[in-house]
């Protein structure tokens, strides 16, 4: 039996007016679940649904598949009825086809399938006259569906049922639970698919009291934060800002519904430190100037004992050498001490500076909106269904 002709991964053209177009919608849907279910094994039931997609819109690629479907239920029932199907399938798919597809390979298949009908068909059963009710619900690997709080299975579900009105209920780790009323009717074969949301993320921030918190560009208040923050699965930056201390910034993938604690510590900035020690040095110097001031003074107070003795009798040359020595001196440390003032208050203008302008910048708005999303595919030993739409 030739193995290349049948496989799991379906092909799909959408046509521009596909969406405005109710048959091929509903062909379109009909052929994914139809692949889902051949995918898991469930033969008989994409066969089924094949065939329905087909009759909402007659795609050769379609009736490929049918064919395979029906084929592979050959042998698991052995059935020759599914031969029959899967040969009337393979014959209207080369006749539509005149060329290229899969015409080759079709009629590879009629070669094996042909023979193999006219062996087994005396043992062809008599068709039952039992209408089958069934159910089917997809929605994302892994998920649980439980029907009437009785049946229970992963997703697709596919099982018989009895008519009538269902509860279907749809869970799965890191998602909100959805329930449907759905109405089934004796004969028919009810196709669900169930659309889940994730549960936002829970992210706990611990940070110094103050610091401006970002997640992706955009703030979310102070420290310490009120609320924790709400976030969609994937990834994320988490940004930490205050002023004085180097910005902080973390890359974060979160899975749905998880709960992410950071506890952040902040590093003072070099220029903050800077800042101190500048702070620190103009007032240093400007206890220098006001040491100059104070001796100075001590020299302008010489001065004035002299021009004290001389109101009072005759001063001696060496007192009105210390007169002069003591003005020149008190004019001395009264410069000096101008000087180191203006080069104290010039240190506290830097110092100053530095400090009030040591605020780091948010992060950008666009922070970890353009992230790259790498999808490994598995392609080997990936065979092919095909469907046109």
Request: hydrophobic share 40%; with cysteine; proline share 5%.
């Amino acid at each position: 039996m030739r193995t290349g002709v049948v496989g799991l991964l379906v092909l799909l053209e959408v046509s521009p007016a596909f969406g405005q177009d109710t048959k091929l919608e509903e062909a379109k849907r009909d052929f994914e679940a139809g692949a889902t279910a051949f995918a898991v094994g469930q033969f008989a039931v994409a066969a089924e649904l094949f065939a329905r997609s087909y009759d909402h819109a007659p795609r050769p690629g379609t009736l490929f598949s049918l064919a395979q479907a029906e084929r592979r239920q050959y042998y698991v029932d052995r059935n020759p009825e599914h031969l029959r199907r899967a040969i009337d399938a393979l014959r209207r798919y080369v006749g539509g086809v005149d060329q290229g597809g899969r015409r080759t390979e079709a009629v590879d298949v009629l070669t094996e399938l042909e023979p193999l009908y006219e062996r087994v068909s005396r043992t062809l059963p008599a068709p039952s006259a039992r209408q089958v009710t069934r159910l089917m619900v997809s929605s994302r690997p892994g998920s649980v569906v439980l029907v009437d709080g009785k049946l229970r299975s992963e997703t697709p579900f596919i099982r018989d049922i009895e008519p009538g009105r269902h509860r279907v209920q749809v869970e799965v780790a890191g998602c909100f639970p959805e329930s449907r009323e759905v109405e089934v009717k004796e004969g028919a074969f009810v196709v669900l698919d169930v659309t889940l949301r994730e549960r936002p993320a829970t992210l706990r921030i611990g940070a110094p009291g103050g610091a401006e918190v970002f997640v992706d560009g955009v703030s979310h208040g102070r420290a310490p934060l009120a609320n924790s923050i709400a976030l969609p699965a994937g990834d994320h930056t988490v940004s930490v800002v205050r002023s004085g201390s180097l910005a902080w910034q973390k890359n974060l993938r979160v899975d749905a519904g998880g709960d992410i604690p950071i506890v952040v510590e902040l590093r003072t900035s070099p220029q903050r430190t800077a800042s101190w020690a500048t702070l620190g040095a103009g007032g240093a110097v400007l206890v220098t100037a006001g040491v100059f001031v104070g001796i100075g003074l001590v020299y302008q107070g010489q001065a004035r004992d002299f021009l004290g003795m001389q109101s009072t009798g005759p001063v001696s040359s060496w007192d009105i050498q210390d007169y002069h020595r003591a003005q020149h001196a008190r004019d001395d440390w009264r410069t000096a001490a101008q000087y180191t003032a203006i080069g104290g208050a010039a240190l506290l203008g830097l110092g100053g500076a530095l400090y009030f302008l040591d605020r780091p910048s948010p992060p950008s708005s666009t922070t970890g909106s353009a992230r790259a999303t790498v999808e490994a595919v598995s392609g080997g030993g990936v065979l092919g269904l095909s469907g046109t739409f």
